[in-house]
């Protein structure tokens, strides 16, 4: 009885949700049909107009109320579901024609030009071709292989090995999903056949695989660097020790509790054991692709190469790499190309869409009026850090990481460079010229925690999609706690010791 009243109900909420839509689409091209009459035929300086004209209906809006319109339409149209790329740039010429007129949308091209000039943007399409052509490759399957063989005797080595496996894999790719997915496809049933605590198996997976936002050569810092006008290689060098203190982090939670209680982390039986001269045959499975990731990593830090130049660099080495372990075909090159251009182009209209709405909204005092209102809370410096970091988090449980950085961090800017971080518990202060850097690399570091975050991380998602049916949602997010807790303490690491971000830098750069 109740199955058959549902049905009916649910079928007219159906219809009423498509007639809803079909309204408010007849409505919307009635009104652009206006609008483009009023463009094409009337003199946009007179009073003249066909039936309304909404240009420039929004030019007595004093900012604040603007801010609430164009941050909560934002809002709306992303509970939608509707794509962050085309919502931003969508919402971003909508308001510049409200405030102003059709001259105004000259804004646009402005914005967009010289993002589409900046030479740092072409490492990203390079160093995403890198990472799929090395995936497809099967050089992860082989190092994890390796790294396997070699942690596995050990309480707790399978995850260890997972671990030490992202934070390569971290260095090889860049992009956060594809580690999370491809090591969650690789470790995880080997962990779940040993009978490792669901916890420690997903949490070592969804933590290791977000160092790739970390680690050089991280996507998220090229974008960083180019929003904050940051020198890249200088940016890469700070994240460095931070990717690997958490790594270390990570290691030495998994291998203690392990350690404690071995049931949570059984060691892989003696017969699937091998001896040592065994496993440094294996080493030699590993040295073309970490030469690769050395050489170009030593290229951009030593300032021999541009980081678009080592990028490609990459790409090519990436190729070689796998015919030196008989994996190239080029179907495998046909598919590595298409998904860097499926990505390349996300993150490029992310960036054409946000550079457009957030560039609108400082022009029209937004920076001044959110700087002013941070400011005016009256806290400390670190306080406001605090709470640009919690704004940070609650930002990555809703958008993805090209959004947040465009959308925020040129809000977040300005204001952090007009603080002064005197030190903490009497460790030194952050100078003057190292704050945008060490800033940049908290939000990397947040970044993680975001991901990691429920309920809404993208990790947490990921690794859903491999998961097998009995490990519900809720274990998943309870693995994620403990992790996430030890990366609050790296991010709280390197806001009391600014020297883990900023000493690496100054002693290549000077």
Known sequence: MSTTTAA???????????????????????????????????????????????????????????????????????????????????????????????????????RIFPLMANPDIAAIPLFIFMASMLERAGLIEEMFSVVYKWMGGISGGLAAATIVASTILAAMVGVIGAAVVTMGIIALPAMLKRHYDHKIALGSIMAGGTLGILIPPSILAILYAVVAQQSVGELYLGSLLPGLMLSGLYLTYVLVRSWLNPKLGPPIPMEDRISLTEKLKLLGNLIAPLALVGLVLGLLFGGIATPVEAAGIGSFGAIIVAMMHKKFSIAGLREASVTTAKASAMVLWIMFGASVFVGFYILQGGQQFVTDAILGTGMSAYGILLLLMVLLVVLGMFLDWVGILLLAVPIFIPIVKALEFPGLFGFPPVAGDDVVLWFGVLYLVNMQMSFLSPPFGYALFYIRGVCPPEISMGTIFKSSLVFLAIQAFGLFMCILIPGIVTWLPGLVYG
């Open 8 to 110: 009916p109900s649910s079928g007219m909420a159906g219809k009423l949700g498509t007639w809803l839509m079909i309204i408010a689409t007849v409505g919307l091209a009635f009104v652009i049909c206006v609008e483009l009459i009023n463009i094409l035929f009337y003199d946009p300086w007179s009073d003249e107009r066909f039936l309304f004209k909404l240009s420039g209906s929004l030019s007595g809006v004093d900012i604040g109320p603007l801010t609430y319109l164009m941050f909560g339409s934002l809002a709306v149209a992303l509970m939608m579901g509707l794509p962050l790329a085309f919502v931003t740039g969508g919402l971003g010429v909508m308001f510049i024609y409200l405030v102003g007129d059709a001259m105004m949308l000259n804004i646009v091209p402005g």
